[in-house]
């Protein structure tokens, strides 16, 4: 029974790339969110998907950030033209529904370095 | 706009004593609270969790307290372990029954157990 898995674990990119993480939820679930964690600070919500719907993106960037969830196949987080500043640990989560008590599980994340 | 706080960066606890977490927030809309434990190079684990409509929620050595006339929560660690050592992470939404699960985290407490 695979947890949530992420790839890669270790992105590197230089600035003015583009960074593409994936994320494969537990089976069986299908709400997927994505998190940021900042160095020395918590984790910021980003994005909800469910399969093929965006249900709450407040969270992310207004520009060069986007993310998607297809039918098949895993959830992607999309950086264009990234900055120092997006240098982070990017998480997803997933749960069964998208009721507030539903214990999200997390992948162990993929840490981006911007150089 | 941080609306979860958790004001002590560390703790240092001694094997076999008692760990108290603390985690203040400032949305009194927020209904359903979770601790989740984070090892390094790990995604969060979850830990325990209390809706609003209790005040105290136990599970095993783990014990979650909510004042929320002070809008504060505390997770009690009894005995502390040495494998309890890891960042906690106090998290909270709105709409228990009726939102998804928006969780806003906290900076996180990373907590020390010595032998």
């Known amino acids: 029974n695979a947890g949530v898995m992420q790839n890669p674990r270790h992105l590197v990119r230089r600035r003015g790339q583009e960074a593409r993480l994936r994320c494969s939820p537990m089976?069986?679930?299908?709400?997927v969110y994505w998190y940021r964690q900042l160095p020395e600070e918590g984790l910021k919500f980003m994005v909800y998907?469910?399969?093929?719907?965006?249900?709450?993106e407040s969270g992310m960037p207004k520009e060069r950030f986007s993310a998607e969830f297809p039918k098949e196949g895993p959830s992607i987080l999309r950086i264009q033209q990234v900055v120092r500043g997006d240098s982070a640990a990017y998480f997803c989560?997933?749960?069964?529904?998208?009721?507030?008590?539903?214990?999200?599980?997390f992948g162990p994340g993929t840490r981006l370095t911007v150089l | 706009d941080q609306q979860v706080k958790q004001n002590s960066p560390s703790l240092s606890v001694q094997e076999g004593r008692i760990s108290i977490l603390n985690c203040d927030y400032t949305?009194?809309?927020?209904?359903?609270f979770l601790w989740y434990k984070k090892y390094p190079a790990e995604g969060p684990t979850f830990l325990i969790s209390?809706?609003?409509?209790?005040d105290k929620n136990e599970d095993g050595r783990f014990t979650v307290f909510l004042n929320k006339s002070a809008k504060h929560l505390s997770l009690h660690i009894v005995p502390s372990q040495p494998g309890d050592s890891a960042v906690y992470f106090c998290?909270?939404?709105?709409?228990?029954?009726?939102?998804?699960?928006?969780?806003?985290f906290g900076a996180g407490t990373q907590v020390v157990v010595t032998p």
């Open positions: 998907l469910q399969k093929e719907n965006i249900i709450d």
């Open positions: 989560a997933s749960s069964q529904s998208g009721r507030s008590y539903n214990e999200q599980f």
């Open positions: 209390i809706s609003s409509i209790k």
């Open positions: 949305n009194s809309m927020f209904d359903y």
């Open positions: 998290a909270a939404s709105v709409g228990l029954l009726m939102g998804w699960g928006k969780f806003q």
């Open positions: 089976k069986g679930h299908s709400h």
